[in-house]
């Protein structure tokens, strides 16, 4: 088996590799058919692993030695459990659709082989983040799937709102990824290895051990080291106020949105946060955060997703949104509820990015949804597809969605954390919102009037089998893996001990014993049962109607609407003034302080000052020791004999 | 083992006399002579040197393929060489590097080009000397003798501000060698004549001569390595050096400074290195984030990568001061690291230079659509420069960082704001140059790399790889050597 660990990795990086260097010479059927080939392969060994690890087998091993630094060997190497299983079934799934859909969607593209090379590339570098069975390859495929994430926003270069994006996502990234080396940094210092399994070993010892960061403060040692990972998390799953990259990082190609910025690369936080839960469960007051910070996500972002004119766009705040959800339930201690919606997000969000995608090149790079309308006809591949995408989203059984949002939403009605509260009051209204802005965005899209001019009306049709394949493809799990897995990953111990949760926050525990005794069908009926008895069921069908209402019944409206509430529209459409506080503060601040530091710090003090300055001094004291030699004999002469005076006069002294 | 006894002889002069043959071809008709000779005196050298990593004990911290011979008897002055694990590495970079630099001059240099050949390959002998020498004289002299080729590489073949530029680093550097080498006679006068620098690694000082002793060495290690604030001639000496100088300035005079605190003030001062930590720590971890937020707004692309190299080194000095495994470790692959770096940026700048005649950024942008390789190329360097994972960039900052944090949480938290700050200028400056819409016509003219180019850029960016996907070699050369430096600097010498 570990030959086949080893393969799935390596079977995308070697395509990648021969894409980015020879794919010039090899064309693009051929760049096309190896990255393609290569990661169905992947994907196909994933799944074997997770069968595998389903029957019991686990790894954990090194694969080779990369450093050692002070008697401490850092390895890179696999931890293969049924997390890592799942991931790895996920994102190679997501990405072999995404390799089929590229085909058709980067047809025309000049770039064509190097988007092949980027995008098993980031494959590669994604499987290496959550195979990972220690801090620092983790690190180092954190960065690798940044890297990549930053070319492909950058991908068409000569955009200037792309390379603009692209350098955002990076930077801000590095935030979160400061923070995450600085956590990492005390790991090493207080457990003395960066192994997984010895560092969780040793957790309990240290919980509530005080570490002092700065002189005379003391802080609790599990909190300092997990809120600096959560940072790192905060940046990758893009958590407010480090959520500002994820919407511009719609300037790449929409391929790479639905892979890198809504299945995968953005969910490498979440499953890190559940990775660590032995560390994360010590320190209630990062719990505590996690929840606060995954709500206001959850709920401010989805607010922003309603005024989003740009299709992509409002999936993208959908996207912060739902991973705002998945952030609530890592606070929750409701890790297992998290990665279960992570992998059925996984599945519709690229789907809804998919369909989007087909949208766009039907109508040849249009994205603004007011200029849609009525595709419905044109396109009914893609129109029932981003159906099933919505309902998913949205929540409405049976569709994936419904099981693993109100899964998160049960799991935080039994937290006892102090933020539970916030949290509830966030992931239920949030229900709504992201019900009404999914809503619109289909009307908008796909149903009323047409609203784009004639040429394109007539030339729009249907996307060709590559781009639509995938969205059938990714349709399937956003209907089925929801009943099929709530079982065991909700209620049953389906993570084993790669999830760890302390008894007193064992919600999903809780929430276990609410059904107890309820198995199979009958405890999917009573979950449905219960879930369309609720407030979020509701609000979620209160959304799909108001949206009929405002955009398909009275469209006059929300214009209306808009205008009336003017100010907090305004305040939507600034997204809450992030950026232009950002690039105030930040980007303008550090030049600023940059160019003041070498105006006057360099250039006026040091070598005005100091260097120059000694210089002139040098050009006076020889300027006055030219006097001295006059040139006249006599002048010395008399110098000389001073000078003898002055000598005997020592001399004799002594 | 004949040659093994000689080796280090062998790797400093055949490069001296073989510069010195090659100045003898003597006028540019004969050109190609000097520069097939030239290689392969390089590439000889280079050869010599791979005995040095391959038949190197890394379990020992002694001093290794030492030779010792009577130099100036009256002054108990010996000719002294040995290297152990922190200078063989910086060997092995040196020749390499100069191998790349003489591929860079290629088809560049037209002008004198024997005499630019020679200098090279003379300065590499004499740099090969500083990291060799066991003998505080005959270090003093490589010492101020390899600053003559690098005096003349500015003066001669720099550009129109050179003069300028060359006497500002001639008197920096000046004003801190004459510091040093009345601290070398101090030590020559307090140790009964004797010159041994490991001799003076054993020999007991107060701490007030201690401190005063560790300054004046720190006169002439802080200018070049070039810590703030006596940085200021770097840039100015960079934007005036042709590339081939920037690159070894960048790539290997740097590295002397720190190597001489490693070799010299740690080891024999260690009570004043520990009194001064504060002062050490304080200026490194100025220069990591004031020059970081200087190179963010500088406009000319080699001042940028000059203050960058400048931020850069407070990391390796950052490491040293901190006093543990992982930080001093960690300086040391920095050092390297930094050398195939920076010396890459400044070739891709060079690349550049030579077709459009210009290092202002303002006056490129979108030369990714006429140069996609060599695009990719510096995507790479830019990448490591700003420490990312997989490039030998990360190695170093993660070490100092990881031994930072154990010293002092806010050493690590402000050192670690170059993984913010220079991700910043790096990739700023590659949206400016590389990125976007063709700017103008000169870029819109440009031919991608040519086969030498690529040679140069990818040898470079094989190490940058390689030290960042498997840095254990490495590592394990220096392991030992730097725990012994370790003990060193904790055992006090105070009489």
Redesign the interface.
């Given at each position: 088996m570990q030959t086949v660990y080893l393969l799935v990795p390596l079977v995308c990086l070697v395509p990648a590799i021969i894409a980015g260097l020879f794919g010039w010479k090899i064309g693009r059927v051929a760049t096309h058919l190896l990255a393609i080939s290569g990661v169905a392969l992947a994907c196909g060994l994933s799944v074997w692993v997770f069968l595998d690890v389903l029957a019991g087998n686990e790894f954990n091993g090194t694969v080779y030695a990369w450093g050692v630094t002070g008697g401490i060997p850092l390895e890179m190497g696999f931890l293969i459990d049924r997390l890592t299983a799942t991931m790895m079934v996920v994102v190679t799934f997501v990405s072999l659709m995404v390799h089929i859909y590229t085909v058709g969607y980067m047809r025309e593209d000049p770039g064509y082989q190097r988007f092949f090379s980027y995008i098993a590339l980031f494959t590669f570098a994604m499987l290496m983040l959550v195979m990972s069975n220690n801090f620092l390859q983790l690190f180092f495929g954190w960065e690798a799937v940044g890297l990549v994430s930053y070319l492909l926003i950058g991908f068409w270069f000569q955009k200037e709102s792309a390379i603009a994006a692209n350098l955002k996502a990076f930077l801000v990234n590095r935030v979160g990824d400061l923070g995450f080396l600085l956590g990492i940094a005390l790991v090493l210092m207080h457990f003395g290895s960066l192994d997984y399994a010895a560092v969780f070993a040793s957790a309990p010892h240290l919980a509530g051990q005080n570490v002092e960061l700065f002189a005379g403060h003391g802080w609790d040692l599990m909190t300092v080291i997990t809120i600096l990972l959560f940072i790192g998390a905060m940046g990758k799953s893009a958590q407010v106020p480090l959520h500002v990259w994820l919407p511009d990082s719609m300037e790449g190609p929409t391929p790479i949105s639905a892979l890198i910025h809504a299945a995968t690369m953005v969910t490498a936080g979440i499953y890190m946060v559940a990775r660590m839960s032995p560390l994360f469960e010590l320190s209630e007051v990062t719990l505590n955060v996690v929840m606060v910070i995954g709500s206001l996500t959850a709920f401010f972002m989805a607010l922003v997703g309603l005024v989003q004119t740009d299709i992509k766009r409002v999936v993208a705040y959908s996207t912060l949104s739902q991973l705002g959800y998945m952030t609530v339930a890592l606070g929750a201690s409701a890790y297992s509820a998290a990665i279960f919606h992570l992998a059925t997000h996984a599945f519709f969000k690229a789907l809804l990015f998919l369909a989007a995608g087909s949208v766009i090149i039907a109508l040849h790079h249009q994205q603004d949804m007011r200029k849609m309308g009525g595709l419905r006809r044109a396109m009914p591949w893609t129109w029932l597809t981003a159906w099933i995408g919505t309902l998913a989203l949205v929540g409405i059984p049976p569709f994936a969605g419904f099981f693993s949002k109100d899964a998160i939403i049960e799991a935080v009605q039994l937290s006892q954390l102090g933020a539970s509260g916030i949290a509830l009051v966030a992931v239920t209204a949030g229900v709504f919102v992201t019900s009404l802005y999914s809503f619109r965005l289909l009307f908008l899209v796909f149903h009323g009037r047409t609203r784009m001019d004639e040429k394109t009306r007539d030339h729009a049709q249907e996307s060709p089998w590559v781009v639509t394949l995938p969205l059938v493809l990714l349709a399937i799990p956003s209907v089925i893996v929801g009943f099929l897995y709530l079982e065991p990953m909700v209620f049953g111990n389906f993570f084993g001990e790669a999830i760890q949760v302390a008894p007193a926050h064992d919600v999903l525990g809780r929430l276990a014993e609410e059904y107890h005794g309820k198995r199979g069908s009958d405890l999917l009926l009573a979950f449905l049962w219960h879930g369309v008895q609720g407030l979020p069921f509701l609000f979620a069908v209160a959304g799909l109607i108001v949206a009929w209402f405002l955009y398909l019944e009275k469209p006059d409206l929300p214009g209306v609407i808009h205008k009336r509430l003017g100010f907090f529209s305004r305040i939507l459409e600034h997204k809450y003034g992030f950026d232009e506080f950002n690039r105030f503060v930040f980007a303008g601040g550090a030049r600023r302080l940059g160019g003041l530091l070498w105006k006057i710090g360099d250039v006026r003090i040091i070598d005005g000052g100091l260097v120059n300055g000694s210089a002139r001094l040098v050009g006076w004291v020889s300027a006055a020791v030219r006097q001295v030699q006059s040139g006249f004999v006599y002048h010395y002469a008399f110098a000389m004999i001073i000078g003898l005076f002055v000598l005997l006069t020592l001399f004799l002294k002594l | 083992m004949q040659l093994l006894d000689y080796i280090l002889s062998l790797v400093i002069w055949t490069p001296v006399v073989g510069g010195l043959l090659v100045l003898s071809t003597g006028r540019d008709e004969r050109a190609p002579v000097a520069r097939w000779l030239g290689l392969g005196v390089a590439v000889l050298t280079f050869a010599l040197c791979l005995p040095l990593y391959f038949a190197f004990d890394a379990g020992s911290y002694l001093m290794q393929f030492q030779e010792r011979v009577s130099w100036i008897p009256a002054f108990h002055a010996y000719y002294h060489l040995g290297i152990d694990g922190i200078s063989m590495p910086l060997i092995l970079l040196t020749s390499f590097l100069t191998i790349v630099v003489l591929i860079s001059a290629w088809q560049v240099i037209t002008d004198r080009v024997a005499q630019y050949i020679a200098a090279f390959l003379i300065m590499e002998g004499l740099v090969i000397g500083v990291f060799s020498a066991l003998d505080a004289l005959l270090f003093y002299v490589f010492w101020e003798a390899m600053l003559i080729p690098m005096f003349l590489i500015i003066g001669i073949w720099g550009g129109p501000n050179r003069i300028y530029a060359s006497i500002?680093f001639f008197?920096?550097t000046l004003l801190g060698s004459l510091l040093m080498l009345v601290a070398i006679l101090y030590l020559y006068f307090a140790s009964d004549h004797s010159f041994s620098l490991l001799g003076y690694h054993d020999l007991a000082l107060g701490l007030q001569p201690q401190i005063l002793l560790f300054l004046a060495f720190f006169a002439a290690f802080a200018v070049k390595v070039p810590m703030w604030?006596v940085h200021?001639?770097l840039p100015d000496a960079h934007v005036e050096a042709p590339t081939g100088g920037s690159v070894i300035l960048a790539a290997i005079m740097l590295k002397l400074g720190a190597y001489g605190f490693l070799r010299i003030n740690l080891p024999t001062f260690p009570d004043a290195s520990h009194a001064l930590d504060w002062f050490m720590i304080s200026l490194s971890l100025i220069a990591i984030v004031?020059i970081a937020?200087?190179?963010?707004?500088?406009e000319d692309m080699k001042k940028l990568v000059a203050y960058s190299s400048i931020s850069h080194m407070g990391f390796v000095t950052l490491g040293f001061f901190i006093f543990?495994?992982?930080g001093m470790?960690?300086g040391l692959v920095q050092m390297i690291s930094h050398g195939f770096i920076s010396g890459a940026l400044f070739l891709c700048i060079g690349v550049m230079y030579d077709r459009v005649h210009s290092r202002r950024i303002s006056d490129y942008g979108?030369v990714?659509?006429t140069m996609p390789v060599f695009a990719a190329f510096m995507?790479l360097f830019v990448?490591a420069n700003s420490g990312?994972?997989?490039t030998s960039g990360?190695?170093g900052e993660?070490?100092v960082?990881?031994g930072?944090?154990?010293t002092n949480?806010?050493f690590?938290?402000l050192a670690?704001?170059t993984?913010?700050?220079g991700?910043?200028y790096n990739?700023?400056l590659y949206?400016r140059v590389?990125?976007?819409?063709v700017a103008n016509d000169n870029v819109a003219g440009l031919k991608d790399v040519n086969g030498r180019e690529m040679l140069m850029l990818g040898m470079v960016a094989l190490f940058v790889l390689a030290l960042g996907?498997?840095?254990?070699p490495l590592?394990?050369s220096i392991?030992v050597s730097v725990d012994h430096l370790l003990v060193q600097v904790s055992q006090s010498k105070l009489p």
């Open positions: - | 500002k008197l920096y604030p200021t001639w004031y937020l200087v190179a963010l707004v500088q543990n495994v992982h470790e960690g979108g990714a659509n995507m990448m990312l994972p997989g990360f190695v993660l070490l960082i990881l930072a944090a154990q949480f806010l690590a938290l670690g704001s993984l913010v700050l991700a910043a990739l700023w949206k590389i990125y976007g819409k996907l498997w840095p254990l590592l394990e392991q």
